[in-house]
């Protein structure tokens, strides 16, 4: 059971990327997938999460507007599609899935998978 976080880059403020969470060993259609994001020298916080219906998708209020979860059954890939970036959205994102259901998925505390990473950059 993997996740592989990807899509990360340097980019303006203003620009846009799109965020892939990769599975492999099991089904997305299954679970529900958050994603969080650690600033350097701050704690891990979260950014966005789909239930395992995508009938429900939850975001913090800094990215709100800003930032799309979606979900893609044929690719076993969740996205984050994140537009109009700034530079407080520069962050390593990690991509995780929870251990249970119905559980509280803004909390870092309920996932049991995590992929590696990757670098968001955005400048000024």
């Known amino acids: 059971v993997q996740l592989q976080a990807s899509g990360g880059g340097l980019v303006q403020a203003g620009g846009s990327l799109r965020l892939s969470c990769a599975a492999s060993?099991?089904?997305?259609?299954?679970?529900?997938i958050g994603w969080f994001r650690q600033a350097p020298g701050k704690e891990r916080e979260f950014v966005s999460a789909?239930?395992?219906?995508?009938?429900?998708?939850y975001y913090a209020d800094s990215v709100k507007g800003r930032f799309t979860i979606s979900r893609d059954s044929a690719d076993n890939t969740v996205y984050l599609q994140m537009n109009n970036l700034k530079p407080e959205d520069t962050a390593v994102y990690y991509c995780?899935?929870?251990?249970?259901?119905?559980?509280?998925?803004?909390?870092?505390?309920?996932?049991?998978?995590w992929g590696q990473g990757t670098l968001v950059t955005v400048s000024s």
């Open positions: 060993g099991f089904s997305l259609e299954d679970y529900a």
């Open positions: 995780g899935k929870p251990k249970a259901y119905g559980i509280d998925l803004t909390q870092e505390s309920v996932y049991s998978v």
């Open positions: 789909t239930t395992w219906s995508g009938k429900n998708s």
